[in-house]
């Protein structure tokens, strides 16, 4: 009986460790200027909020944000929109190639990332797509998991919900967005918290697509930031807890879905 | 409001015939009930009706426009589904408005319609309502007032009540029908249940195994069923079927019950001139209904002896069911001191109170009385 | 109520049964154009930037290519000769391997006793707090957690060799050494993506019945013997479903490697090349050094090894159900 009132606290002790490197991110960027340096480490943070001001205020911080804040929601969008349409067709019409674009998502699904960034480079090369925004989202606008996630839910509509709309002419794209899409609220809400997720870290990509300054997302600006101004600890720690927190305070509210939506995704999401 | 005509409407899927050609005609403001068993096509007939199937041939007519190939939307047609399929993330008035915005109906054209079925419907006070706060009769109410706001040519419902509970069904059938015979709306209706048929419709048709069993009011389709399948659909409990043969010994036509053949009855003239010359080479099938025997030996009748196993009393009257050597025969009597259990008694049936039956589908044989009404079987 | 004869008014015009195959392709024809009208935007996005680029792929591997050049001139499988004879592709090669080999089971063995320590006597606290914290580092974005690790890192002031000091251990160089740059980016790694493996695996012991479990408890059998017997067995498929993913996303490893010691940290790939793995070397072949078609030998290699774990991977998920 003792053990099972003593496992919570070791449970909470483990959790926490991991996130101690976050924490200091916190401790860092408010703690007074020298804390770096400080030997035995400072634990508390002081929230002076000052060294996040400037930043965001002097330099091109409030452009990176709102560089990311820009990919990340247009990204978000045409996911949805993509994913629902995309979901609809291999839920509720029957045609010829259905099951082939089925067996063509899960190809995507297999393809791996790092080969292919050589081609695709090329390929955004020829389309005149590097250094604009364009090839931020594009090429994420469509996501093989929210396809599977909406044909799942939409799966589970009944069937006379669509005819009774046939019979009184309702557009097929009308019934998709006033009444397919809002009865699959949760497809919406984990394809958004995903693609927010995956769209908000990107990396990689910007930093192969993209070398203009005007374009690119704070993930991208605080690497090259790190690179040029590495002994600036607080305006590091403060930088990045900026590309940090929208993702921090999306996950506070929202955990419990997002973990689910990762256990369920990567194991059954075809189903 | 429309009359609606099939003329040899075939429905196949794949190699698979799940309507057999129909031809049959609702006339304009009838209520017709379709009813059949899971697998009749009762339901594909319905959906043919409303497009949301097509026929793979043969044509059907509203009034003197073909409309089997129409979109469904150009039908004018009002359906109400088993399951109400009315949206649940929509108020009620959304529900009922959706389709009329879908057409680009005027705003306030809408809202005059839809206050409009609601003041019918008594429904009003719930427009604002969600779905979920509404018990199955308001659902099913607002369902109905959604086909309605449409003024729909045809009115089209699909096991509407089975998703109700006993009492509410009762009182839903009455108020159904009080709204027909109030609006005269051709209303096609399909259901399985046999009580809603009878009670409900101007005409019903039975189906069975995608073929019209029988077209009839519930009064002929009750006195005259042309099939064993149609005869032992209607009434509870059913009807009592004896298989055998004729022959005909010393000029007088004996029936040989299979289950005992040692105990032929005779039958009188004036029912063995009815039967088909034929009738001695194939198996026939003698069929009376539970209230139409009685519970005495009568002269000039059919009689059998017969051993009650289950005496059932319903207060009004009481179910007797027991077998004749063996075969399970059911009656319906008034007094229930009629009977002692396992006690042989001897049953009679009026010769007027048997139909008889033959051939692969158990066709009806006899050949109706001329002041009977015509019968027309459209099976081809 | 008097009967109503059917008519069947045979003097109408086309009253002949007539087979509507016309019409029921009309039918057919609407639902492909509107099926592929809904598929088409998601399908132009993977055609055009995921399939096109695979198939390109395999054309540029073999091809003596240029992005800037309009003509390509065939080399067959010279790219990749010449791949083998650089020291630097076999150095890659084995830090990749190194890597993964020590990643791999480092976080699968973590994520299960993570995931059983969480799913242990669920408590008030809940479950769900810690596994949210265990989970966190996961979403994080790698570059901005990067920098808080580049300090921990560091040999100076850096939380490392503080926690190295408590334990009487001799202090580190950390990234700055050749040897133990790539196992910092390994302590990153499973510190980053531990939380989804235990996440899997706790998935994958919701799916164990109640019963059994309490089965074995009445039996007497508890701690280490339950897990021995119940658990591990019916673990067994969902652990070789982590240890495949993990192997693939290790062999993809990027933005780590990248960040942590990319800069100024002992030059691109970290000291003396410690830490160049595929696809650190891919990039700069590709990227830095615009060696596209060498780039792109390489690329195909790495897509086959990960298609070819991702092939079994697939099989066998779709084998055995662990989740629902």
Known sequence: MRASKLWPVVRLAVALLFIIPVYWILVLATGYHGAVYHLPPVWVPLFHWAPMVYVLTHTHWMRYVLNSVGITTATIVLVVATSALAGYALAEIPFKGQTAYFFLILGVMMLPAQALLVPQYVVMFHLHLINTYAAMVVPFAASTSGIFLFRQFFKKIPVSFGEIARIEGVSTLTYIRRVAVPLAKPAVATTVLLTFIASWNQFQWPLIMTNSPQIQPIELALSHYMQAYEANWRELASAALIALSPILLVFGFTQRYIVQAVAGGDLNAKD | MARVTFRRVMKTFGSHDVLSPLSFEVADGEFFVIVGPSGSGKSTTLRLVAGLERPSQGEIYFDTERVDQWPAHTRDVGMVFQNYAIYPHMSVYSNMSFGLEAQRTPKHTIAQRVQQVAALLEIEQLLPKRPGELSGGQKQRVALGRALVRNPRVFLMDEPLSNLDAQLRDHMRTEIRLLHDRLKITTIYVTHDQTEAMTMADRIMVMDQGRIQQIGTPAEIYAHPSTIFVAKFFGSPSMNIVSGRIAVDKNVAWFHPAHSPETPIPLPTSVSTLLPEDSTSHTIYMGFRPEDIVPKPLTNAFAFAFVPTTIESLGSHCQTHGHWHHHPISLTHRTPESFQRHQETRLSVPWSGIHWFAGEAGSRITVPDPDDVRQEVLTP | ?324
């Open chain 3, 1 to 324: 109520m008097m009967p109503r004869p059917v008519s069947i008014d045979s003097s109408q015009p086309d009253s002949r049964p007539k087979p509507h195959s016309r019409s029921v392709t009309r039918q057919q024809l609407r639902d492909t154009v509107w099926g592929y009208g809904l598929i088409l935007p998601s399908l132009l996005v993977f055609l055009i930037f995921f399939y096109g680029p695979a198939l390109f792929l395999a054309y540029i591997a073999f091809f003596h290519w240029s992005i800037f050049a309009s003509q390509s001139t065939f080399v067959g499988l010279k790219n990749f000769t010449t791949l083998l004879h650089q020291p630097i592709f076999w150095q890659s090669l084995l830090n990749t391997a190194y890597y993964v080999v020590a990643v791999v089971p480092a976080t699968t063995l973590l994520a299960l006793a993570l995931a059983l320590l969480l799913r242990e006597g669920m408590g008030r606290f809940g479950g769900g707090f810690s596994r949210a914290l265990i989970f966190l580092p996961h979403v994080t974005p790698v570059v901005a957690t990067s920098i808080i690790w580049v300090w921990i890192f560091n040999p100076q002031f850096g939380l490392a060799n503080v926690v190295l000091h408590f334990f009487h251990v001799p202090p580190s160089n950390w990234l700055e050494s050749v040897h133990w740059a790539l196992p910092s980016v390994m302590i990153y790694t499973v510190w980053h993506s531990v939380g989804l493996y235990t996440i899997l695996f706790l998935a994958g012991l919701a799916s164990i019945p109640r019963s059994v479990l309490e089965a074995a408890a009445t039996d007497g059998a508890r701690g280490w013997r339950v897990f021995k017997r119940i658990l591990w067995p019916l673990l067994g498929p969902i652990t070789f479903f982590v240890i495949v993913l993990a192997t693939i996303n290790t062999m993809q490893t990027f933005s780590q490697v990248y960040t942590l010691t990319g800069g100024p940290h002992g030059g691109a790939g970290g000291p003396a090349f410690s830490t160049t793995t595929d696809s650190l070397l891919i990039y700069q072949t590709a990227f830095l050094y615009l060696h596209f078609s060498l780039a792109s030998a390489m690329s195909l290699i790495l897509f086959v090894l990960i298609l070819g774990l991702t092939l079994i991977q697939k099989w066998f998920a779709d084998r055995f159900v662990f989740y629902r």
